[in-house]
Nanobody, 118 residues
Framework: EVQLVESGGGLVQAVGSLRLSCAAS????????IGWFRQVPGKAREGILCTNNYDGTTYYTDSMKDRFTTSSDNAKNTVYLQMNSLKPEDTAVYYC???????????WGKGTQVTVSS
């Protein structure tokens, strides 16, 4: 069974950094595509990036690519989202998704809350 668990969220001051983790089970992240998303209550979910570990390509939402990056630790079967120069408007619940959530049946984590204070 494919499962994803996000962690690493919390409260951070503006201009600070945070690294989120997406721990995977049921598949190998080195062979998969993982997407990162975020959502503010009452607003539509927003895509951040989709990383295809099997071919090394990463696609970013234009507004995110300057401050957000991703990496993987295959030994830990974990994908990371590095967030820099955080702004209060980055406050949201952050999710990772198997296969970048391209299929309705794809598994998603439960999310981790990131709060950026001004």
């Amino acid at each position: 069974e494919v499962q994803l668990v996000e962690s690493g969220g919390g409260l951070v001051q503006a201009v600070g950094s945070l690294r989120l983790s997406c721990a995977a089970s049921g598949f190998n992240v080195e062979d998969a595509a993982i997407g990162w998303f975020r959502q503010v209550p009452g607003k539509a979910r927003e895509g951040i990036l989709c990383t295809n570990n099997y071919d090394g390509t990463t696609y970013y939402t234009d507004s995110m690519k300057d401050r957000f990056t991703t990496s993987s630790d295959n030994a830990k079967n974990t994908v990371y989202l590095q967030m820099n120069s955080l702004k209060p408007e980055d406050t949201a619940v952050y999710y990772c998704a198997y296969n970048c959530g391209t299929d309705p049946s794809d598994s998603w984590g439960k999310g981790t809350q990131v709060t950026v204070s001004s």
